[in-house]
Nanobody, 124 residues
């Protein structure tokens, strides 16, 4: 079956960097567009960044633009999220998701498969 496994989360201080990874298995990774979402306590899951199946197109939420970079390695069936200049408001559980129709700001309702999430906590 399809599995998405996130890793790389942790506790960091404001201004630090983290790199999240999401390893996929059970489907042809290069046939799927990928996205990162996050969910803070008491809030809805929100779009963070997306990348098309070839890696040609990317999209970012305004709140992370210029600080976060999404990338993918189809040979490794892995998508990454490089997070720089982290802020306390970036604290959330981060999820990767795969979908089959490229939309610049994909909705969480259009995600086909989800990972289990990885916690990112940024202290002030």
């Amino acid at each position: 079956q399809v599995q998405l496994v996130e890793s790389g989360g942790g506790l960091v201080r404001g201004g630090d960097s983290l790199k999240l990874s999401c390893a996929a298995s059970g489907h042809t990774f290069s046939n799927y567009d990928m996205a990162w979402f996050r969910q803070a306590p008491g809030k809805e899951r929100e779009f963070v960044a997306g990348i098309s199946r070839s890696g040609t197109n990317t999209a970012y939420a305004d709140s992370v633009k210029g600080r976060f970079t999404i990338s993918r390695d189809n040979a490794k069936s892995t998508v990454y999220l490089q997070m720089n200049s982290l802020k306390p408001e970036d604290t959330a559980v981060y999820y990767c998701g795969s979908h089959t129709r490229w939309i610049q700001y994909v909705s969480r309702f259009d995600i086909t498969y989800w990972g289990q999430g990885t916690q990112v906590t940024v202290s002030s």
